[in-house]
């Protein structure tokens, strides 16, 4: 039997026969013919203690709990299609819940049980990749992204039977093959090692999909008798050290994921377009603080400026030079709370404003910052306190990460377990007693991974993990709903936390923690994949001793994402700091270009070389982002075949043509072929934000 189900944007078949747990046959763009079945993979699947794999494997698309499952019902509440299964077995059941969400949808799985079942992983989805009909697993790409400090968003494209899924013959054999493509991110940094984001591409089509978590998760693409599956997980035994006894009457809900499919001659392009649209709508109902109304610029005097040595003396020229340039915000980094000459890192947990570093008071500064038009802000590392602090004496043991009845210690921090009311009182009263200062930005920092997890409560460790990561979400929601109209900034060394359950809620994005402008361009050119470009925040470091072209080139990155400032402004001269000026008046200028527009990457989105560009289309302009680095020939050619037989009129929007101490970059349009050529003798690096507009006749 056969249940259709459409959002209006997608078709969704799925079969329910009795004898064969549910599988979901079909998801198409609406109106478009399902085609043949995309895999016959159960849609749940269930790792259970005592029930195991048939046959054994390392997959998840494989278990015994996953083919005993069979269809009960259905119901559609508010919207959303709940789809029932039980096993007759164990008792156990799991309802498949599908959220429309723009151009995807959102689906997570709840397991309730009849008697007690130790679950070991459940997936938040099975599908196929239902990229076309015609297309085989030799027709298909797998793309996903590397990602590590001050090395983010590596993207890889490669065909399936060349990383993970050889061939083999079922015939012969007896089994369907027993390999696998897996991708993995461990402990509390979502993408400390991976991005939560990938995509199935074949010729004309192409399959996305995020997990929407901010901890440990796992996806995987193996082969069934009808194709490639893909299966997405949170954290898992194998993997994650996660696990759960469900008793009678107990629910579990996995984590959430977002997919997406598209068709078109730019496959990648089309499918992350998908993504970028859900992202925004899941933002909207989040109700995101700040991304309803004007994008703020805020200017931060870490990177490559104070880098943790903050005084009133040096922030104060700072946030007068900040103001001239156009910033909005001044957010005083790491530091400010140290009074131990730089020992900081070790003694941090009570957030208590120096005194040497501000004879004055801290709140002095913030009301010097107010007075200049800018909204103050600081760093905070909230989930952390330092082995040598107070407060590790003063909080109770279980409000602390343990491991065995050992507090976990990492890099010097003990991880406070958000599970506990007294860490997050004391981490409320924090939060309170700094915004009762007049503080309306926090830079929420998180320098380290405590491993699996914590067994305070019984708990496997990855369930523990599992469990804090959730409260860690509670108490955002709570401060954010305390304090309307706080502005937060997510980072974790850079964008090591960088995922959408967070991002849901939170205004901005760190990037990355890369200070050589030289290494930016390949990380910012990708980001637009993972992360909203409104959400994106780039660091932009110009300096006194740059030349033009130099501080422009830092400059470039954050203007179609956010422009996130920092540099020794003060230290500049007239000419510098208007260039720096015009930088944030050509991003305010483009910010709501940037916050409709959807990502594509002329030279491929797993691109990497002297030539680095990416683009933002809306109906009315393609904004073009290019960097030449050293090694770089002097032109370049980009497909841009959205545009093609458009008459289009291509103005450099930064840095202005006549800049003092900027060269000439000259660009010309061939409408027939949809290309853009680039040419310049401008010495590498240099860097424009170019703006194609359709031209009326």
């Known amino acids: 039997m056969a249940l259709r189900w459409s959002t209006g944007d997608f078709d969704l078949e799925f079969t329910t026969d009795a004898d064969a747990p549910v599988t979901l046959r079909s998801f198409t763009p609406a109106g478009t013919p399902p085609g043949p079945p995309a895999t016959t993979s159960p849609l749940v699947e269930v790792q259970a203690l005592g029930h195991g794999r048939f046959p054994g494997s390392h997959r998840y698309t494989c278990t015994t709990v996953g083919s005993r499952l069979r269809y009960t019902g259905h119901d559609l509440t508010g919207g959303e299609l709940h789809l029932h299964q039980a096993d007759p077995v164990t008792g156990l059941h799991a309802t498949s819940v599908f959220s429309p969400s723009a151009r995807a949808v959102r689906t997570w799985t709840v397991l309730r049980a009849d008697q007690p079942i130790t679950v070991q992983a459940v997936t938040s989805l099975v599908l196929g990749t239902f990229v076309n009909a015609d297309s085989t697993i030799e027709d298909l790409d797998v793309l996903w992204g590397d990602n590590d400090w001050v090395a983010e968003s590596r993207w890889h494209r490669a065909p399936l039977r060349e990383v993970g899924l050889p061939a083999m013959d079922p015939a012969v054999h007896h089994h369907m093959n027993r390999a696998r493509m897996a991708v993995t991110t461990r402990s509390s940094w979502s993408t400390g090692e991976r991005l939560p984001t990938g995509l199935i591409v074949g010729p004309d089509a192409g399959l996305a999909f995020q997990i929407e978590h901010n901890g440990a998760w796992h996806w995987e693409i193996g082969e069934d008798r009808t194709g490639a599956s893909l299966a997405l997980l949170g954290p898992t035994d194998a993997e994650h050290q996660w696990s759960l006894v469900l008793a009678p009457g107990e629910t579990f809900t996995s984590v959430p994921v977002a997919i ?4 078109g001659n730019d496959p990648v392009g089309a499918a992350l377009a998908g993504l970028t649209a859900h ?13 309803e109304g004007p994008l703020p610029v805020v200017f931060n005097d870490y990177m490559n400026t104070l880098m943790g ?11 007068e030079a900040a103001a001239r340039a156009g910033a909005d915000y001044y957010c005083i980094d790491a530091g400010w709370y140290d009074d131990d000459a730089g020992g900081w890192w070790d003694a941090v947990g009570e957030w208590e404003p120096s005194a040497s570093r501000f004879p004055d008071g801290l709140g002095a500064v913030l009301d010097r910052i ?3 038009g800018l909204v103050p802000g600081i760093w905070l590392e909230p989930e952390v306190v330092g082995v040598r602090s107070k407060i590790a004496d003063i909080l109770p043991a279980d409000a602390f990460f343990q491991r065995g009845g050992h507090r976990v210690v990492e890099h010097g921090r003990y991880q406070l377990d958000l599970r506990h009311p007294a860490a997050r009182t004391h981490l409320d009263a924090v939060v309170d007693r700094l915004v009762g200062m007049g503080v309306g930005f926090f830079k929420l920092d998180y320098n380290i991974m405590p491993g699996p997890g914590t067994d305070v409560g019984g708990l496997a460790p990855g369930a523990g993990l599992l469990e804090h990561c959730r409260a860690y979400l509670s108490w955002l929601d709570a401060v954010l709903a305390r304090h309307p109209g706080l502005l937060i900034e997510n980072c974790a060394s850079g964008g090591m936390r960088a995922d959408y359950a967070i991002l849901s809620r939170l205004h901005l994005q760190s990037t990355s923690d890369q200070q050589d402008p030289v290494m930016y361009p390949a990380i910012a050119a990708a980001t637009p994949a993972s992360i909203l470009p409104e959400q994106a925040g780039h660091w932009g470091y110009a300096q006194p001793e740059m030349s033009a072209e130099e501080s422009a080139f830092t400059l470039v990155a954050g203007i179609t994402g956010r422009l996130y400032l920092s540099g020794h402004l ?5 000419e510098q700091l208007a260039l720096v000026a015009t930088a944030v008046a050509a991003h305010r200028e483009l910010l709501p270009h940037n916050a409709s527009a959807v990502p594509s990457w002329p030279l491929g989105l797993e691109h990497r070389g002297p030539w680095q560009a990416f683009a933002l289309h809306t109906e009315q302009a393609v904004v073009v982002t290019v960097w030449r680095l050293p090694g770089a020939s002097g032109t370049l050619e980009l497909a841009l075949p959205a545009l093609r037989g458009e008459h289009v009129v291509c103005d450099q929007v930064f ?17 027939a072929d949809g290309v853009l050529r680039i040419a310049t003798d401008v010495p590498a690096p240099t860097a424009r934000v170019l703006r194609l507009t359709r031209e009326r006749i």
Request: proline share 9%; charged share 25%; glycine share 10%.
């Open 309 to 319: 040595d903050p005084t009133a003396a040096k922030i104060l020229p700072l946030a």
């Open 260 to 263: 997406t499919v598209a068709r």
């Open 370 to 372: 107010r007075e200049l």
């Open 279 to 291: 992202r925004r709508a899941l933002v909207a109902a989040k109700g995101t603080a700040g991304l």
């Open 570 to 574: 003060a230290r500049m001269d007239d």
């Open 655 to 671: 840095p202005a043509p006549g800049t003092p101490g900027i060269g000439d970059w000259s660009c010309a349009w061939n409408a």
